[in-house]
């Protein structure tokens, strides 16, 4: 049974404050690595996908990069409106997603 | 444009009625999608449309009944539902292939009285 673990639960952050985040994941055939960002109420958006180990994309003050068991969101320099919970998906072969349960990320002005 | 549109945005509904959920996408997408999501939960999948046919059911009660009357379109119909099954009910839709990559609309906030 494909497996996703992120950690830390919760992320109290200062604006400026560089962390990361961390999803370790078990699967048959990784199709890819999902990372989303979703605001309370609201569904899950789409950031980044990752097909293959040693990939790396960024977006803004995002950089999602993979290994062969673990990717990391490094979030640099975060602002305010960078508070979210961020969720990683793993993709198998069926195409089904299994997500993680997330780590919400506040930061303080 | 990677909209996915849900309606309504909140429903309030009491255990004997029948309601029905919208989602509706223009991205040409051929695979549709819901999941339900308790508070503080991630997304849990629910049923999966390929080409407008159910191809995964993932052992949900028969009082939740999907629909896709076409390749734009997702319904979820709702009848004798129980207060557990509040929560939020996300649609998304997403190519078939190798850049599966799955859209998700706002979601539907349900409240079971």
């Known amino acids: 049974e494909d497996q996703v673990t992120q950690s830390p639960e919760a992320l109290r952050l200062q604006e400026g404050e560089s962390s990361s985040l961390n999803c370790s994941y078990t699967?048959?055939?990784?199709?890819?690595l999902f990372w989303y960002r979703q605001d309370p109420g609201k569904g899950p958006e789409f950031l980044f996908t990752?097909?293959?180990a040693g990939e790396e994309k960024e977006k803004e003050r995002l950089k999602a990069t993979l290994t062969k068991k673990e990717s990391f969101l490094h979030i640099t320099a975060p602002k305010p409106e960078d508070s979210a919970t961020y969720l990683c998906a793993v993709q198998a072969f069926d195409y089904k997603l299994s997500f993680g349960a997330g780590t919400t990320v506040t930061v303080r002005a | 444009d990677t909209e996915v549109t849900q309606t309504p945005k909140h429903l309030v509904m009491g255990m004997t009625n029948k309601k029905s959920l919208k989602c509706e996408q223009h991205?040409?997408?051929?695979?549709m999608y819901w999941y339900k999501q308790k508070a503080k939960k991630p997304p849990e999948l629910m049923f999966v449309y390929s080409y407008e046919k159910l191809s995964i059911n993932e052992s949900v009660p028969s009082r939740f009944s999907p629909e896709c009357p076409n390749s734009s379109l997702l319904n979820l119909h709702l009848h004798a539902l129980q207060p557990e099954d509040s929560a939020l009910y996300l649609c998304?839709?997403?190519?078939?292939?190798?850049?599966?990559?799955?859209?998700f609309g706002a979601g539907t906030r349900l409240s079971v009285l």
């Open positions: 991205m040409g997408h051929r695979a």
């Open positions: 699967v048959s055939g990784l199709r890819g």
């Open positions: 990752l097909y293959s």
């Open positions: 998304a839709s997403s190519q078939l292939g190798n850049k599966n990559i799955q859209y």
